[in-house]
């Protein structure tokens, strides 16, 4: 005992422990960060046409969203985007319960934050631990064949529901630069949510409609295919000004409307090609609800 107590109070030994320690996490760090790479450059590798899925606000879903997963890997998506709140309450077990029930989901897996996942630094640095993503992994972009891919952060701290400064400004240069064929992007928050269904008109993005108006016209500019939100837990797609924005909230928190109106549980097919995005609308029973297609 005493030889045991005589190690543990040496400091070469205790200086062994803590290298060792910070060497494991360093590699677990790292290993996480090969990971990402190499599912960036699976995608990157991918010519012509290709289908991706979207779905979102599963968060408490449980069974429900497992069932849309299953569902949804039926049709062998090449990635996989959730447009926000993974997980209904921000700690560890929560993230773990979202990474069982997310077992189906055997391709790249894409987050965008959504205000039960992340809202001030404690549980962005959570967020930042439990997921492995490219960039900052808060907002970040990617390429799959000739389309651009951009995920946003409408939680972040003191700029909640709003597009801003360094965020904005980062989004500007990501399209200017692009030679993407096709582009899309994924944020939580809607900018156009509808005032007859849904419960959060004038509090998304809309909060601050001239912002909003600004984020737009960007889109309008660089000429964006398709904005992805959630929030609404409910499925909505509407046009502005040449912009498809769809709402899809479907993936299994507790729906906002009735069936007619967008309440079903669901998830999105989109199928990217040379001359056009086509997409379906399915739910957890594999009824198509709804089909689009536009063309270049």
């Not at 979207?54 to 090449?78: F, K, S």
């Not at 700690?91 to 996942?117: C, I, M």
């Not at 993503?133 to 951009?150: R, T």
């Not at 409910?234 to 000004?241: A, D, H, I, S």
């Amino acid at each position: 005992m005493k030889n045991k107590k005589a190690i543990s109070r040496n400091p070469l030994f205790r200086a062994s422990i803590i290298l060792l320690i910070l060497s494991w996490t360093f590699l677990s760090f790292a290993e996480a960060h090969e990971n990402i790479n190499q599912k960036l450059k699976s995608l990157r590798a991918i010519r012509g046409t290709f289908t991706f899925a979207v779905l979102g606000d599963n968060r408490g879903g449980g069974n429900e969203y497992e069932t849309i997963t299953r569902r949804m890997m039926e049709h062998q998506p090449a990635f996989v985007v959730n447009t926000g709140d993974m997980i209904g309450a921000t700690n560890k077990k929560q993230w773990a319960y979202f990474r069982e029930k997310s077992k189906a989901v055997t391709v790249p897996y894409f987050l965008a934050v959504g205000n039960h996942d992340a809202y001030d630094e404690e549980s962005e640095t959570l967020y930042k631990k439990e997921v492995d993503l490219p960039g900052n992994e808060l907002y970040y972009s990617f390429v799959v064949s000739d389309s651009l891919f951009i995920v946003l952060d409408s939680s972040i701290p003191g700029h909640d529901r709003d597009i801003t400064d360094g965020q904005f400004q980062w989004l500007k240069s990501v399209l200017s630069k692009s030679r993407g064929k096709h582009k899309f992007v994924f944020l939580h928050h809607p900018l156009y949510p509808d005032q007859t269904r849904g419960l959060h008109f004038g509090e998304s993005l809309d909060f601050y409609p001239a912002e909003r108006d600004r984020l737009e016209r960007l889109f309008e500019k660089y000429k964006v295919n398709i904005v992805f939100t959630g929030h609404e837990h409910l499925y909505l797609r509407k046009m502005v000004n040449g912009v498809a924005h769809i709402t899809t909230g479907g993936a299994g928190a507790p729906l906002y409307t009735e069936v007619e109106k967008g309440g079903f549980h669901h998830f999105l097919l989109v199928t990217v090609k040379r001359d056009g995005v086509r997409g379906q609308v399915i739910d957890d029973r594999g009824i198509v609800r709804d089909s689009f297609e536009f063309k270049n």
